[in-house]
C-alpha cells in the first residue's frame, strides 16, 4: 500500500450469528470534500476468497481519487442463499448511511465485483429484494466481471459450488434457482453495466454474458460489453487484461459517477 493511501480496515457492518462481517475503505491521505465509492465484491464460487481479494484494484482507484471499499460476506458453508446477498446489500446501506463521515459521496456508489462477486453485485443492482438492513435505493453503476447471470441453465446446474451457494437441488426447489438469478431482476430502469468476460471461460460461460447483453440492450439498459476473444475466467490476472479493464472501467466511472468538478 503507498503511502498517499489511507486504509481503514476492518470497519463492522452487520453482525451475524457466524462471524461479524466488515468492510474495508481506501483513500488519499489529502483526501477532501465527498467523491463517488466505488465497493468491490470477492469472488470465490460463493465459498471462498476474502475481502482482501481485490487489493490491487482499490489501491489503483484510490489512487485515482475515489473511495474504495470493499466488504466481506457469508460463505456458502456459513449460510445459504439469500445470505450472501442480504449481507452485501447491507454492506452497500451501510456505505450509504456512514459514508459521508469518510468522505463518500453517497449519491455515487458503483458496485464491482467478479465471478460470484460479480453476480452479487448485479443482485444489489438489479433487485431491492433482499434489503434487510434498510433500502439502499438505486446504485449508479455496475461492474460484471465474468459473473454467472442465469442460475437455471445446464451448465450452472452441474457446477456443485452453485447447490452449495443455494443448499439444495435444483429438482426440489426450481424457483429458487430462478430468484438467485440477476436475469430475473432486470428492468428498464435499472443501472448501467459494464460487462468484461473471456470467450474461453470453462467456470462461467461465455454465454452468460451474451444473455445479459441481450436482456440489457433490448429493455434499453445502458451497457457496455466487452468480449474479450481467447481469455479465459480471471483473466484479469494477466497484466495486459488488467490494464485494458482498468482503462475502460475508468471512463465507464468517468461517465456514471463523475466527480463534482467534472
Partial sequence: IPPSIEVISDIPFKETSSRPLKLDIFRKKDHSGFVPTLIFIHGGSWKYGEKEDYLFYLIEFAKKGYVTATLSYRL???AKFPAAVEDVTCGVQWIKQNGGDYGIDTNKVV????????HLAMMIGYTNAYETCGSIGKV?????????????T???LSNS????????DY???PTLFQDASPLSYISGDDPPTITFHGTIDKIVPISQADTLDQRLKRLGVSHEYHRLKGWPHTMDL???VNEYMQFYMAKFFEKVVPFNNE
Fill in 171 to 173: 429438482a426440489q426447489n
Fill in 161 to 168: 459450488a452453485l447447490t452449495e451457494f443455494i443448499g439444495i
Fill in 140 to 152: 449508479q453503476g455496475i461492474v460484471n466481471i465474468y459473473g454467472p447471470v442465469d442460475l437455471t
Fill in 238 to 240: 494477466a497484466v495486459p
Fill in 111 to 118: 458496485v464491482i465485483g467478479g465471478s460470484a462477486g460479480a
Fill in 154 to 156: 445446464d451448465f450452472a
Fill in 76 to 78: 456458502s458453508s456459513e
